[in-house]
């Protein structure tokens, strides 16, 4: 059984209550094995107030954890937490990086398989990170996570992170478009089991009459970057305005979407979703999901919260953990190939067959 680490996030928020409402059903504990980091007093607290039927048992240690049980492990030992909905506490806050750190602690040496976050506040006054900055600066200092929104076939990453948009074209540079375009390649073949993904990406600036991009960014950076990309063995296209994408549905033509800032991919994100969106840490080397939305304050306590998308996060790591033992297993001892099949270029796939993970 795959050992799933859930931590419980921010105390005055909906994490509780998408967890509780999540293992309702029974036949969730035939899929995994869910480990939630936590405080046994503040989920009985939080399992009263949405008069929630499920049950939890209290291991001291992650080796005392058994199948076909929703597991916690006591981070807080005889420690009350204060709890106040719809407050953003420092107290909250910390105790949500303390059930991090021991979820984090517990992964690093193969005790749990993947990890399952519940949301809290984006930043924390104790460290001034988001929980993505977080982990990665706790597991991998050297790598730069992208995270992919996906929902059902639908993925979205980011060239750039939650900048001003004043600031989103400085940061538009070719390494730093090629650096996040390997990311999500690689990720898309491993974590996802695309042998040969499709990636379509949005143009920075809207078209004018002549056809033609209104600023220079399109001609100057991304599509000499693309070109570069694409005679490495990524299949990117591009660049097309969001609206082609996204109101023609021609999103459904490709793998993923590669945005270049914010707005322009969470918008019809969001719009499309359906409540069953995920947020897919990539390029780090654990597996770690969220659910695409925050901790919910104005609904907090009130069994209001839907657990659909929490649902959606614990599929998705343990989809893409199974696909990366199986994408590893399959790419261990390749042989080389001793000859090469007549290709068509109509496409300008100039793909080397021989590459696995794509590196320039």
């Known amino acids: 059984m795959i050992r799933i680490g859930i931590t419980h996030g921010d105390i005055n928020g909906v994490g509780y209550e998408i967890i509780l409402k999540a293992f309702e059903a029974e036949e969730m504990l035939d899929i995994c094995t869910p480990v939630i980091y936590g405080s046994p007093k503040a989920a009985a607290y939080h399992r009263k107030a949405i008069n929630s039927p499920t049950n939890f048992v209290v291991r001291e240690s992650i080796n005392d954890v058994a199948d076909k049980c929703l597991n916690m492990i006591n981070c807080f030992g005889e420690e009350e937490l204060k709890i106040e909905y719809g407050i953003v506490t420092q107290e909250a806050e910390q105790a949500a990086l303390t059930a991090l750190d021991r979820a984090l602690e517990d992964l690093s040496v193969g005790k749990i398989d993947v990890l399952v976050c519940a949301p809290f506040s984006f930043t924390t006054s104790a460290e001034g990170y988001t929980q993505t900055e977080y982990i990665?600066?706790?597991?991998?200092?050297?790598?730069r996570p992208l995270t992919i929104m996906m929902a059902g076939t639908l993925r979205i990453a980011?060239?750039?992170?939650?900048?001003?948009?004043?600031?989103?074209?400085?940061?538009?540079?070719?390494?730093?478009?090629?650096?996040?375009?390997?990311?999500?390649?690689?990720?898309?073949?491993?974590?996802?089991?695309?042998?040969?993904?499709r990636i379509a990406v949005l143009a920075l600036n809207p078209k004018d009459k002549e056809n033609e991009f209104t600023g220079t960014e399109e001609r100057e950076i991304i599509k000499p970057?693309?070109?570069?990309?694409?005679?490495?063995?990524?299949?990117?296209?591009?660049?097309?305005?969001?609206?082609?994408?996204?109101?023609?549905?021609?999103?459904?033509?490709?793998?993923?979407?590669?945005?270049?800032?914010?707005?322009?991919?969470?918008?019809?994100?969001?719009?499309?979703?359906?409540?069953?969106?995920?947020?897919?840490?990539?390029?780090?080397?654990?597996i770690v999901t969220t659910p695409s939305h925050g901790a919910s304050y104005e609904i907090a306590g009130k069994g209001e919260a839907s657990e659909v998308s929490f649902r959606h996060?614990?599929?998705?790591?343990?989809?893409?953990?199974?696909?990366?033992?199986?994408?590893?297993?399959?790419?261990?001892?390749?042989?080389?190939?001793q000859f090469f099949e007549k290709r068509d270029d109509s496409d300008k796939l100039k793909l080397d067959q021989d590459?696995?993970?794509?590196?320039l």
Do not use: W
């Open 355 to 359: 590459t696995e993970d794509v590196t």
């Open 313 to 337: 996060a614990i599929y998705a790591a343990i989809d893409a953990l199974r696909n990366r033992r199986r994408y590893d297993s399959s790419h261990a001892h390749t042989l080389k190939k």
């Open 158 to 197: 980011f060239v750039t992170d939650n900048l001003p948009i004043s600031k989103v074209s400085a940061a538009i540079t070719k390494d730093n478009f090629i650096e996040r375009m390997i990311t999500l390649q690689n990720t898309l073949k491993r974590d996802f089991y695309l042998d040969n993904p």
């Open 225 to 286: 970057a693309m070109e570069e990309l694409f005679n490495h063995g990524v299949r990117c296209f591009g660049p097309y305005p969001a609206d082609y994408i996204f109101g023609d549905e021609n999103y459904k033509r490709f793998d993923a979407i590669m945005a270049m800032y914010h707005d322009q991919g969470i918008t019809p994100f969001r719009t499309l979703e359906q409540g069953e969106g995920v947020n897919y840490v990539a390029g780090l080397p654990i």
């Open 136 to 143: 990665q600066k706790k597991v991998a200092e050297d790598k």
